[in-house]
T-cell receptor, first 114, second 112 residues
Framework: AQSVAQPEDQVNVAEGNPLTVKCTYS??????LFWYVQYPNRGLQFLLK??????LVKGSYGFEAEFNKSQTSFHLKKPSALVSDSALYFC????????????FGTGTRLQVFP | EPEVTQTPSHQVTQMGQEVILRCVPI?????FYWYRQILGQKVEFLVS????????KSEIFDDQFSVERPDGSNFTLKIRSTKLEDSAMYFC??????????FGPGTRLTVL
C-alpha cells in the first residue's frame, strides 16, 4: 500500500538558519513526489516535484528537495529560513504505475523564529 | 496567474440535507479532483474525474457522493444526505498534462 510519513509534527528553526522537513514514502512502483505548503485559511500551494532525472529538485520560494531512492526519502530543504516560511508543509506521493491520486503525509508545521 | 476557485468558502448545513460544493478549475486543465481534510487529520483523496467520467474513487466516496461537470467551467461535488462526519474542508484540484495538481482554497463544510 502507498504511504507517506512525515515523522515530525513540528520543526522549529531560527531565521537565517537552514531548514529540513523530512518525508519518507512507500509505493509499489516508481514514485512521483511532491511538496505542498498550506498557509492559514488557504489551500495547498504547490512547491516542487520529483518525477525523474536529477535527484535534487528546486522549487518555489528558494525551496529544494532531494530524492533518495535507497532511503525512500524526499526531504524538503532551504538554505536560509525566513519568518514568512512559517506554515504547514505536506509531502505527497503518487504511484505512477496504477493511480492518479495523491497520498499525503500528516503534515509538518514549520515555525521560523526571528 | 490562473487559480482554482471554490465556492462557498464556508457552508453550514443540517444533517440529512443535500449540499453542492462548487469549483472552477484552471481553464485549460483536463483532470479534476476532490480531496477532503477533516480537522487535524491528513488530506484524503475522494475522487478523480477525466473526460466526463470518474476515473478513480476512494472508499469514502460512497453512493451519497457524486461529481459533475455541468458545463465547460464548473466542477461540483454533491453530498446527498449529509452526516456529521462529513464535516471537513473540501479541496478541489486540477491539472493539465503535467503531474502537479493545483488546489483551490477549500470549502469548509460544517454539518450540524
Amino acid at each position: 500500500a502507498q504511504s507517506v510519513a512525515q515523522p515530525e509534527d513540528q520543526v522549529n528553526v531560527a531565521e537565517g538558519n537552514p531548514l529540513t522537513v523530512k518525508c519518507t514514502y512507500s509505493v509499489s512502483g516508481n514514485p512521483y513526489l511532491f511538496w505542498y505548503v498550506q498557509y492559514p485559511n488557504r489551500g495547498l500551494q504547490f512547491l516542487l516535484k520529483y518525477i525523474t532525472g536529477d535527484n535534487l529538485v528546486k522549487g518555489s520560494y528558494g525551496f529544494e528537495a532531494e530524492f533518495n531512492k535507497s532511503q525512500t526519502s524526499f526531504h524538503l530543504k532551504k538554505p536560509s529560513a525566513l519568518v514568512s516560511d512559517s506554515a504547514l508543509y505536506f509531502c505527497a506521493v503518487r504511484d505512477m504505475r496504477n493511480t492518479d491520486k495523491l497520498i499525503f503525509g500528516t503534515g509538518t508545521r514549520l515555525q521560523v523564529f526571528p | 496567474e490562473p487559480e482554482v476557485t471554490q465556492t462557498p468558502s464556508h457552508q453550514v448545513t443540517q444533517m440529512g440535507q443535500e449540499v453542492i460544493l462548487r469549483c472552477v478549475p484552471i481553464s485549460n486543465h483536463l483532470y479534476f479532483y476532490w480531496y477532503r481534510q477533516i480537522l487535524g487529520q491528513k488530506v484524503e483523496f475522494l475522487v478523480s474525474f477525466y473526460n466526463n467520467e470518474i476515473s478513480e474513487k476512494s472508499e469514502i466516496f460512497d453512493d451519497q457522493f457524486s461529481v459533475e461537470r455541468p458545463d465547460g467551467s464548473n466542477f461540483t461535488l454533491k453530498i446527498r444526505s449529509t452526516k456529521l462526519e462529513d464535516s471537513a474542508m473540501y479541496f478541489c484540484a486540477s491539472r493539465s498534462s503535467g503531474w502537479e495538481q493545483f488546489f483551490g482554497p477549500g470549502t469548509r463544510l460544517t454539518v450540524l
